[in-house]
T-cell receptor, first 111, second 114 residues
Framework: GAGVSQSPSNKVTEKGKDVELRCDPI?????LYWYRQSLGQGLEFLIYFQGNSAPDKSGLPSDRFSAERTGGSVSTLTIQRTQQEDSAVYLC?????????FGPGTRLTVL | AQTVTQSQPEMSVQEAETVTLSCTYD???????LFWYKQPPSRQMILVIR??????QNATENRFSVNFQKAAKSFSLKISDSQLGDTAMYFCAFIGAGSYQLTFGKGTKLSVIP
């Protein structure tokens, strides 16, 4: 596809379970970002990947959050031992320059 | 650290009318970019318009234009001839030149009324 894709579109999980969210960036984009959007809030930066460089993880809210980017393409955001406050929309974006192009997001609901 | 403030949580406009969404920002940088993103109920963030700080001319994209006041650190979005499809959340965002981290405002929910 031409755009950023994310899966699943929606995820409902129970408190304490682990979840994995996937992002497929636009082909050729070297930069990939994860953001979190809580209800009624703007976007909160989580993590940034650029090529083969070490990622900027400064936005991850706790050590329960981690992310990987394999082969400079697909990325997975993992949340361990989910909590109710993790409920949000998780957005992925990619870029080759200044402009960031966003995926449709994954809505995570933790019961 | 940069901050972006959108002071209008919600706005409404009649179809075919004009509406202006406000955004102010705070930065010590001289070179940067400003963006307006649209997020309809589908959740997809769509870039509406961008402005480079070094450009004095205000950016325009069809019915969308900005009023960029660098000294006042203001970046408002004007939507002309509003259409029902313009109903969405609108986010103002800032990024420093050479940086990669977008800073977003909290958004303005715009409703276009038929």
């Amino acid at each position: 596809g031409a755009g950023v894709s994310q899966s699943p579109s929606n995820k409902v999980t129970e408190k304490g379970k682990d979840v994995e969210l996937r992002c497929d960036p636009i082909s050729g984009h070297t930069a990939l970002y994860w953001y979190r959007q809580s209800l009624g809030q703007g976007l909160e930066f989580l993590i940034y990947f650029q090529g083969n460089s070490a990622p900027d993880k400064s936005g991850l809210p706790s050590d329960r959050f981690s992310a990987e980017r394999t082969g400079g393409s697909v990325s997975t955001l993992t949340i361990q031992r989910t909590q109710q406050e993790d409920s949000a929309v998780y957005l992925c974006a990619s870029s080759s320059a200044v402009e960031q192009f966003f995926g449709p997001g994954t809505r995570l609901t933790v019961l | 650290a940069q901050t972006v403030t959108q002071s209008q949580p919600e706005m409404s406009v009649q179809e075919a009318e004009t509406v202006t969404l406000s955004c102010t920002y705070d930065t010590s940088e001289n070179n940067y970019y400003l963006f307006w993103y649209k997020q309809p109920p589908s959740r997809q963030m769509i870039l509406v318009i961008r402005q480079e700080a070094y450009k004095q001319q205000n950016a325009t994209e069809n019915r969308f234009s900005v009023n960029f006041q660098k000294a006042a650190k203001s970046f408002s979005l004007k939507i002309s001839d509003s259409q029902l499809g313009d109903t969405a959340m609108y986010f103002c965002a800032f990024i420093g030149a050479g940086s990669y981290q977008l800073t977003f405002g909290k958004g303005t929910k715009l409703s276009v009324i038929p």
